[in-house]
């Protein structure tokens, strides 16, 4: 079966991903992530925790936010959505699947580079991903639509549509180092246009460390929704590491 073979590769030295693009053919295992928002307009910071199962062509990945902001009033802390994935394996180069979001805390009134993380709300998506590898280098696309609610607080509108097309390259550098490159465009979201650069190092077979910086190129452009001018005010500091069986 494709997972199967694939799931070779995750002992190997694991599938390749970006921020974005998650690596949803991985097969079974877990990871964390770690998101500070720098700068002026930072202070939020948020970890993540996911589980993926994988069975042949089927992967199933569950996730949870958890978000820490500034407010008026202080620090303040809250889970995010509740994020949920179902991707079937086309071909080896080929996924398909739908995820949904769900609010699972009281409301964390912030976010950092996603509009589906933290900011309470529901919705579903389908995802389209695609892989192709070669001697030097493994190129990966994603693209999604479909659509969401929030609590209809500036800047979030009560409905959204959903659409997202990204592109990553990852360099290899040898047998466990590379570097990722991934360029992300999405509507609506709070960020609607990053750029990402992350190192990747696997510490051993099956478990892999990363870091990097995501840029909001939207958001230093004044194309946020939110009520910011225009200018260099943030920046994403990323880090994750994950382990598959």
């Known amino acids: 079966m494709i997972l199967a073979s694939l799931m070779g590769l995750a002992v190997a030295g694991q599938v390749t991903s970006g921020h974005q693009i998650a690596p949803i053919d991985a097969g079974t295992g877990v990871g964390i992530e770690q998101q500070v928002v720098m700068g002026t307009d930072g202070?939020?910071?948020?970890?993540?925790?996911?589980?993926?199962?994988?069975?042949d062509d089927l992967h199933i990945a569950?996730?949870?936010?958890?978000?820490?902001?500034?407010?008026?009033a202080g620090r303040d802390a809250s889970l995010g959505n509740l994020q949920v994935g179902g991707y079937?394996?086309?071909?080896?180069?080929?996924?398909?699947?739908?995820?949904?979001?769900?609010?699972?805390?009281?409301?964390?009134?912030?976010w950092a580079n996603s509009a589906d993380e933290l900011w309470p709300g529901a919705g579903a998506r389908g995802v389209f991903h695609y892989r192709l590898e070669t001697e030097a280098s493994t190129l990966l696309f994603r693209s999604a639509l479909g659509l969401a609610s929030a609590r209809a607080i500036d800047p979030f509108p009560a409905t959204r549509l959903q659409f997202e097309a990204t592109g990553a390259v990852d360099k290899a550098l040898s047998d466990r180092a590379g570097l990722i490159s991934e360029m992300s465009f999405r509507v609506w979201d709070t960020s609607p246009l990053d750029l990402a650069g992350?190192?990747?190092?696997?510490?051993?077979?099956?478990?892999?460390?990363?870091?990097?910086?995501?840029?909001?190129?939207?958001?230093?452009?004044g194309l946020s929704p939110a009520d910011r001018p225009a200018g260099v005010r943030e920046a994403t500091w990323v880090f994750d590491v994950s382990a598959y069986f």
């Open 43 to 55: 202070g939020t910071t948020v970890t993540t925790a996911v589980v993926r199962w994988a069975r």
């Open 62 to 72: 569950v996730g949870i936010p958890y978000g820490a902001y500034r407010t008026p």
């Open 88 to 110: 079937y394996g086309v071909s080896e180069m080929v996924t398909v699947g739908l995820e949904v979001h769900a609010n699972a805390g009281e409301g964390a009134w912030s």
């Open 198 to 221: 992350l190192a990747r190092f696997d510490v051993t077979d099956g478990v892999r460390a990363r870091t990097g910086l995501v840029l909001p190129l939207g958001t230093w452009a």
